[in-house]
C-alpha cells in the first residue's frame, strides 16, 4: 500500500529548511516551500508536500500553514520552536524558526532531497524580502493568478508553473498515472 506521508514531508521540510538557512521565518518559509512544491510540480506532476497555495499581495502562501502558524499543532510543535527577536528599536519582531529534532528524510525521494538542498543553498543566506523577485516572477505561476490583484486569495493552480504545452502534456500525464496508481492501492 502506497501511503503519501503528506504531513510528514511538511514538518521534516520545515526543519530541513530552518536548519539548512539563514533567518528561516514565516516568509521565507512559505517562500522556499512553494518553490520546493511548484519545482517538484513540473518535474513530476505533483508537489511534496499537498499543501495549497493562494494568491496575496506579499506572495504565494501556503494558507492551511500560515492558520496552523500562531497555535502549531502537536505534532508540529513537538518539531520547532518560532524564536522571537526584537529589532529596529522594537518597531520589528523577526520570527526564526528553530528546529528541535534533526532532519529525517525517510520519506522524500532522491528527486525531493536533491530539490531541498538546492533551493537551500541558492537562499540559505537571503532574506524574505531578497526572495521577492523569485517568488513574483513575471509569468510565474503566482503573478498569473495574481492578476494585478484581481486573484487575491485565490488558489494557485499548480499547472501555471508549467510552460508550453508539451510540457503540460507530460506533467498532466505523470499525474494521472500517479493518481490513478494511488486509486488502484487505496489511497486518496
Not at 500560515?66 to 497555535?71: L, S, V
Not at 505534532?75 to 524564536?83: A, T, W
Not at 488558489?155 to 508549467?162: G, M, P, Q, S, W
Request: net charge negative.
Amino acid at each position: 500500500m502506497i501511503i503519501t506521508h503528506r504531513r510528514e514531508k511538511l514538518i521534516q521540510a520545515i526543519i530541513f529548511f530552518s536548519k539548512e538557512t539563514k533567518w528561516c521565518g514565516k516568509t521565507k518559509l512559505f517562500k522556499l516551500l512553494y518553490l520546493l512544491d511548484f519545482e517538484h510540480f513540473k518535474q513530476t506532476g505533483r508537489s511534496v508536500t499537498g499543501m495549497d497555495y493562494y494568491a496575496w499581495e506579499m506572495g504565494p502562501v501556503p494558507v492551511a500553514l500560515a492558520e496552523e502558524w500562531e497555535n502549531f499543532k502537536p505534532d508540529l510543535k513537538n518539531q520547532v520552536n518560532i524564536k522571537y527577536e526584537v529589532l529596529d528599536y522594537e518597531t520589528y519582531i523577526r520570527q526564526t524558526l528553530v528546529a528541535k529534532v534533526d532532519f529525517d528524510d525517510t520519506f522524500f525521494t532522491r528527486r525531493e532531497r536533491r530539490l531541498m538542498s538546492e533551493i537551500a543553498d541558492r537562499y540559505r543566506d537571503h532574506y524574505a524580502s531578497d526572495m521577492v523577485d523569485v517568488t513574483h516572477a513575471e509569468n510565474g505561476a503566482w503573478e498569473k493568478a495574481w492578476d494585478n490583484g484581481k486573484g487575491y486569495n485565490q488558489r494557485i493552480d499548480y499547472l501555471l508553473a508549467v510552460g508550453d504545452v508539451q510540457e503540460k502534456q507530460y506533467v498532466m500525464r505523470a499525474a494521472k498515472e500517479y493518481t490513478a496508481l494511488l486509486e488502484q492501492v487505496g489511497v486518496k
